[in-house]
């Protein structure tokens, strides 16, 4: 798979959400630091249901697994 550079999406320091760019404030943790360049994420439609979610603790949403 290419490495491909989004540049319409940022993803907060502090709780890893994927945010839309316009953003101005994490909607998950509150955090307004964010980086715009990631590694991998995961998508969670239902946290009860998918393993995980559970095993990592996240909520529903888009969470980068590493950021740079
Ligand atoms: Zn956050």
């Known amino acids: 798979m290419p490495k491909k550079r989004t540049i ?3 993803v907060c320091r502090n709780c890893k959400a994927i945010l839309p760019y316009n953003v101005v404030k994490c909607p998950y943790c509150g955090s307004s630091d964010f980086v715009e360049e990631y590694a991998g994420f995961v998508i ?20 980068a697994i590493k950021l740079f």
């Open 8 to 10: 319409n999406r940022k």
């Open 44 to 63: 969670i439609i239902n946290s009860e249901r998918s393993q995980i979610a559970r095993e990592k603790n996240l909520k529903e949403g888009i969470w």
